[in-house]
């Protein structure tokens, strides 16, 4: 759903920038809280990992329909696996990388796609996540159930979101009605398997390392104690400290960075041809006649190719890794930054209690 520069008007274009700016600077702030929680110096330093994760399976495009594919947004996983101001940001990196290096989704367009596939897929899916685990009964297999549902409601409501801004900035005179019913259709498809593949994910993660799952927290119900005829929480149980290799991330950052490379650097040339959902509708409504050449159509990344290989196989392959690379050498320099700061922040509160 990455919208190439001249589909959204100028006004709407800034204004989605303003917003997109907005919302990334309330994540930084948010973020630190979650990287900064109990327990989350587990899982912050994942942060950098997730993104480039999402980066490496959106390179799989799967066949939805005839004729059109349909790519991870990873919105939901996100945010369930590192919290939804977290995932906003991780979703934003990738996003960013994409634009910059690959010619993936316009420039102009940044603040759109941020605010179509990193807030509204992440607000909504963590939403109705959160709501899901609240009535669903304690335990894994419900983490995994709303992990589902979330993702899957998350893809048609990014294709909600397009289609208001296009009614309200878009460059071409076609029905929104047309374009609202194409969107969503093809989205709620795409949407099933955005679901299968975050449901797998934050399952295979929870069944290894469930304390590395932000969205399984508290995940354990209290003991309950039956004192005169009523039950009421036991006092809760110190844990054993776990043993450093237990504790460790090291087997979860190997794993995942082989993962990685390998769907973006192998299994990405047998992903589907074929255009995506937003690519499809925008070609069959006559969307893309004011598509706009990208201003890093000669980057030696653009279309995921690098440039002067010939070898399909190979430029596509390289280029996946490259952009493995760049993704978590860029999101783990983020998250780290502000795992730092709430540190310092920590730190230094006590030192100008004292001074007061």
Known sequence: MHVPDGFINAPVSAATGVLAAAAVAVSLRGARRELGAAGAERT????????????????????????????????????????????????????????????????????????????????????????????????????????????????????????????????????????????????????????????????AVIAVRPDLVHGARGLEAPLKLRVGGELVDAAPKTPAPAPVAARSTRKIWITGIVASVVLAGFVSFYASANPDGLEKVAHDKGIDKQEKDHASKDSPLADYGVKDIANARISGGLAGVIGVGATIVVGSGVFWAVRKRRTDEDHGAPTSAGTV
């Open 44 to 203: 912050a330093p994942l942060a950098g990992l997730v993104a480039a994760f999402i980066f490496a399976v959106q390179m799989l495009n799967f066949p939805v329909a005839a004729g059109t594919s349909g790519h991870l947004l990873g919105g939901a996983l996100a945010a369930i696996l590192v919290g939804p101001y977290t995932g906003v940001l991780c979703v934003s990196v990738v996003l960013l990388m994409q634009g910059v290096l690959f010619a993936d989704g316009g420039l102009t367009a940044l603040g759109v796609n941020i605010t179509d596939m990193a807030i509204v897929t992440t607000v909504v899916a963590y939403a109705l996540f959160r709501g899901l685990v609240k009535v669903l009964p304690r335990r894994r297999s419900s983490i995994t159930a709303a992990s589902f549902v979330a993702a899957l409601i998350s893809v048609p409501a990014a294709a909600v979101a397009f289609t208001l801004m296009y009614w309200i900035g878009g460059t071409t005179d076609i029905s929104i009605g047309k374009v609202a019913s194409a969107m969503i259709g093809v989205h709620v498809l795409i949407g099933i398997g955005e679901a299968v593949i975050t449901a797998l994910t934050v399952g």
